[in-house]
């Protein structure tokens, strides 16, 4: 982006490795040197004492030409005579500071009061705003920095963060330290309450200690008296457990190391407690992980990954694997909306009365670091202060307590000072002032127009993540929070009013100037296949009508067809002939965009995506979640992305549908015992008399590579596996969707799966989970026959090499039976009879020499130059296959294709049992409901359309694109379309292009036993796993 040194045009997103060289000092005086403020905090936090700058670092900067001014506080841990000793100016106002530093928000009074600066730009502040996760108390404060394109900018130290993705500027250390000595100090104090005089009552609170030195000398003392004397033997032992990792921990493990402290595993909790061997003169602790209380709802093992892809399928058991058999809880794991919490409100009540079984002195106290109300400790109510530290909670019912200033009979102590850090002022501001220097410089180099160099590219780019506005305006991943702040400047006056109808994403500009501040977003697209015409139709429309300053990049190794896509947006869309393995050339590109769509190959997804973690940026696919994709999952959460993937037709659209569906049908009291899927792309009926009912819109390669893989699914009650190799001969004869259509079916991937992607319930409380795919009768017969050939083959052995298509059939069929030169089937008899041998049934040879025939695959079948190229070289027999598939059995002008999405879900009462012993289609509250819904597209044979499969594949990842660019789905990891803040809204989008699901509903058993019925093998060997 241009930056305009000398004109009043105002910028907003830097990009540093473009103005190393770009000087704007010459706009300003250099009689007025650039000037850093540090704010005092605001009167009414008592206790923030905090500095965001050391005396040493002020004398740094002063001595390298900064003017620093300090607005005098008698509060701070540093007084105003240290900061004059070290060369600033104490003052009672910041309004000449070019930068003002803070640690808490700055009270919007105190904001609004402060004179406007320029410098050329506007001023900038630095604190922990607590509004990036749309805090409705900071509202008001973050509208006030977008009332204009003159307001400073806003950089939030919580988002500062490092290539690890974990934040850099933080006191998290300090709190986990402050965390073990104020939990220490309370639970000895209630331990009082029950007759136990602990030598942890002599524990000065965290704030009286001048430095962490002294607060960990007076933590060894009490340690020392530990050894010599040990704990109060009626008490039992002093079990501490921990949980959670990363900085919090590591302040606490720190601390705890000051004690006599033994570790243990949850496993020996029982044993030690019992033990009366067990040695008092020792601190036992347990940091607790998540594999030793966490578990699948299901009953199998915790996995890491799996918990964050699938945090719902898991619950804790804390309450009865750790929590019965400890003195302490000092809780610094972290929380979100949708995992487990740690204990919930009804396993408080469990916890407790288990604890008292154990001992009186078990499980009284929490410390609870993470300060997350009602999260990951539910029975969190609310956090506590310096001042008064502590509170308890009991419970009065399965899902309710109560709180009190005393102990009451079944209760537990909870502490949670949300300021943990201002405790050790001193050493907190030491440690935080050497972490933010670095960016700091950097901030003022930019800001002074100074060129940036080396490490200070990194720095700057890192700011550039952690502002929250600029300019007047949102940085992009934060423009979710305009609606919100827009409401809080709304509710204003009625001048203020006119200013927001008039504006954009500033929220005080004038009707001029609307248009000018309009962000410039930019998508950036891999590939230009036939999914590419209309997903860019679709952006290029939401341009054309609601946002004219959406630019987009096509990406593609066929500059010529990418060319040919964009032709006649030109002004909109700019084409880039790229190497996706060339990391610098993909990695530009994905740096200067605000979201990537890939419709690459799947195997070049994974690429993709490591450049999207470089550069903070969103992705969407619509392939399925690779295992290499999933392990992305962690990273980024941790960059606050979504790697949004299965956003096409299948997987994608039927995700959206299936779980509207099935999330209407639960709140209309249902419950789902079975859900069958279909789904399949097809040549329109009048269109499909052809070699396999056949014709392709897409990549033949991948329904041959379909055909091969396992499958693994449920069907009235049974389990069963079907190996890749077997699928075709296993097919569904009949599936009966609608009149009109002959159609067949085959089993698609892992359906097991789903039930907990559905969030359908337990697996043993399915009749049916099932997933397929659709095709006209005669598909699975004849696509074997080719397999028996040896036209599906793929492996290295098989490679062949070909002069003429005819030559085909004899190579591939001369590896499958063994006879390695192919001329043996020169003659239609000798090729009749092999072909015998391969697939052992008359009547299909009959029939796949009439196949091989339309496809040219028989000697003088088609001229030569009616036929695609032959590639030169030894490939599989798929590769060539799949070739000539996609030459002889394209779509013709006038010819439409179809896609057909069908899901069928039988239900019963949720308040009924399942039960499989009872007649089909029936439970004990009677008749089972079918629910259908039902979706067929055709394609559009105009010369500007596009056929059903790219449409129903582009425009739900389009849609997708727009809505994360627009803040509309916050959801974050590598995650499918089935959360409900990202199918709701793009089933309208699709609903608004005419893609409509039509639901039905009857009483009845639905497909599944007629499915079952139909098919011989089954009722002969019902295979199960």
């Known amino acids: 982006m241009l930056i305009y040194c000398r004109s009043r045009i105002y910028y907003f997103e830097l990009n540093t490795r473009h103005i190393a060289g770009c000087r704007l000092a010459s706009t300003f005086s250099s009689a007025k040197p650039f000037a850093v403020g540090l704010r005092r905090e605001d009167s009414a936090r008592l206790w923030e004492r905090r500095a965001p700058l050391t005396p040493d670092a002020v004398s740094t900067l002063v001595g390298r030409g900064v003017q620093v001014l300090v607005q005098s506080c008698n509060r701070r841990i540093f007084s105003d005579k240290d900061y004059a000793s070290a060369g600033a100016r104490i003052v009672s106002t910041l309004d000449p500071a070019h930068l003002i530093l803070g640690i808490k928000e700055i009270p919007l009074t105190e904001l609004e009061h402060l004179s406007s600066l320029h410098y050329p730009r506007p001023r900038t502040h630095l604190m922990f705003s607590h509004t990036h996760k749309g805090q409705p108390y900071n509202m008001p404060l973050l509208a006030h920095f977008l009332q204009s394109k003159d307001s400073p900018r806003l950089i939030d130290y919580e988002n500062i963060i490092g290539d690890d993705g974990k934040r850099t500027v933080a006191f998290g250390f300090f709190a986990g330290a402050a965390g073990i000595i104020e939990g220490l100090g309370a639970a000895a104090l209630d331990l009082l309450h029950i007759g136990f005089a602990s030598p942890f009552l002599n524990i000065p609170r965290a704030y009286v200690h001048k430095d962490l030195a002294s607060a960990k000398a007076s933590l060894r003392a009490v340690g020392e008296q530990v050894s010599a004397h040990g704990t109060p033997e009626a008490a039992g032992p002093l079990v501490i457990a921990v949980t959670g990792n990363g900085n919090v921990i590591q302040g606490a493990m720190d601390m705890l190391k000051e004690l006599p402290v033994e570790f243990v595993q949850p496993r020996q909790l029982p044993v030690l407690v019992a033990d009366p061997a067990t040695d008092l003169k020792k601190v036992y602790v347990v940091h607790a992980q998540p594999s030793s209380y966490l ?70 106290s929490i410390s609870d670091i993470s300060c997350d109300v009602n999260g990951g400790i539910e029975f969190l109510t609310r956090v506590t202060t310096v001042d008064d530290p502590f509170y308890y909670v009991s ?77 007047g305006r949102l940085a992009k991943q934060h423009e979710w929070l ?117 419709l690459l190959p799947a195997s070049l997804h994974v690429r993709i995506a490591e450049y999207c973690l470089k550069y903070r940026k969103h992705l969407v696919t619509a392939s399925y979640i690779s295992p290499a994709m999933k392990d992305l999952n962690e990273r980024a959460i941790g960059f606050d992305l979504l790697f949004l993937n299965e956003i096409g037709l299948d997987p994608g659209l039927d995700h959206l549908s299936a779980m509207e569906l099935r999330n209407k049908l639960e709140a209309e009291g249902r419950k789902v015992i079975s859900f069958i899927s279909w789904c399949g792309g097809l040549p329109a009926p009048e269109d499909s008399n052809v070699p396999l009912g056949m014709k392709f819109s897409w990549s033949p390669r991948a329904l041959l590579s379909a055909v091969l893989n396992d499958a693994h699914f449920k069907m009235s009650n049974k389990v069963h596996f079907v190996p890749g190799k077997e699928l075709l001969s296993r097919y569904f004869p009949d599936v009966n969707i609608a009149r009109g259509f002959a159609l067949e079916g085959l089993a698609n991937r892992d359906s097991l ?74 003659s239609l008899e000798s090729l009749r009879s092999g072909l015998e041998d391969a697939i052992s049934d008359a009547q299909s040879v009959e029939s796949t020499l009439a196949a091989m025939s339309e496809l040219s695959l028989l000697r003088n079948s088609a001229p030569p130059r009616e036929l695609p190229v032959i590639p030169r070289g030894s490939y599989s027999p798929m590769e060539l296959f799949a070739t000539l598939l996609s030459h002889k059995l394209r779509y013709h002008p006038g010819e439409r294709d179809m896609v057909i999405l069908n899901h069928e879900l039988v239900t019963i009462p949720s308040t009924a049992r399942f039960d499989p012993t009872l007649a089909h289609g029936t439970s004990h509250s009677g008749p089972h409901q079918v629910h259908t819904s039902t979706l067929v597209a055709y394609g559009d044979t105009s010369p500007d359309g596009s056929s059903a499969m790219a449409r129903t594949v582009g425009l739900p990842l389009a849609f997708a694109a727009l809505r994360i660019l627009n803040g509309d789905i916050r959801v974050r990891g590598v995650r499918a379309p089935v959360d409900e803040e990202i199918y709701k809204v793009l089933l309208e989008d699709l609903r608004g292009e005419g893609m409509i699901m039509k639901e039905g509903r009857v009483e009845g058993a639905g497909m599944g036993q007629e499915l079952v019925d139909g098919l011989e093998w089954m009722k002969a060997s019902q295979v199960a796993t």
Request: net charge neutral; aromatic share 8%; charged share 20%.
């Open 395 to 471: 419970p009065i019912s399965s899902s309710s307590v109560e709180t009190s200033a005393k102990p009451l009979r079944q209760s537990i102590q909870m502490v949670a000072v949300d300021i943990l850090p201002t405790t050790l002022p001193l050493d907190a501001s030491r440690h935080f002032s050497s972490r933010l220097e670095p960016y700091l410089w950097t901030l003022i180099k930019q800001m002074k127009g100074e060129a940036l160099r080396g490490d200070d590219i990194a720095y700057s780019e890192a700011l550039s993540k952690a502002t929250i506005v600029q300019g």
């Open 295 to 364: 578990f699948r709802k299901d009953g199998g093992a915790y996995d890491r990954q799996d918990y964050y892809d699938r945090p719902s399928e898991y619950y804790s058991r804390f309450y009865e694997t750790i929590a019965p058999y400890v003195s302490l809880l000092v809780n610094g794991a972290g929380w979100q909306p949708g995992f487990p919490p740690l204990m919930s409100n009804q396993q408080l009540g469990l916890a407790l009365r288990n604890a008292k079984l154990v001992g009186r002195a078990r499980f009284r």
């Open 753 to 826: 799966s789903y039930a907990e992607a559905y969030d359908l319930g337990s697996l043993d409380d399915l009749e049916t989970v099932f997933r397929g795919t659709l095709r006209y009768k005669g598909f699975s017969r004849m696509l074997q026959s080719f397999k028996n050939i040896g036209l599906l083959s793929v492996s290295g052995e098989s490679e062949i090499q070909i002069e003429n298509w005819s030559d085909l059939v004899p190579a591939a069929l001369g590896k499958t039976l063994g006879m390695p030169n192919p001329s043996v089937f020169s």
């Open 482 to 598: 305009y609606n919100r702040a827009r409401e809080q400047r709304r509710a204003t006056t009625p001048t203020e009013q006119a200013h927001l109808l008039s504006s954009d994403m500033s929220l005080g500009t004038t009707p001029k100037s609307s248009s000018f501040l309009r962000p410039k977003k930019r998508i950036l697209l891999f590939g230009s296949g036939m999914v590419a015409k209309p997903f860019l139709q679709t952006i290029w429309d939401h341009i054309e009508h609601k946002d004219s300053a959406l630019k987009v990049v096509v990406a593609s190794n066929n500059i010529i067809e990418a060319e040919a896509l964009v032709n006649g947006h030109e002004a909109t869309t700019t084409v880039v002939e790229i190497d996706v393995n060339n990391e610098v050339n993909a990695g530009r590109l994905v740096e200067s965009a605000d979201i990537v769509a890939s």
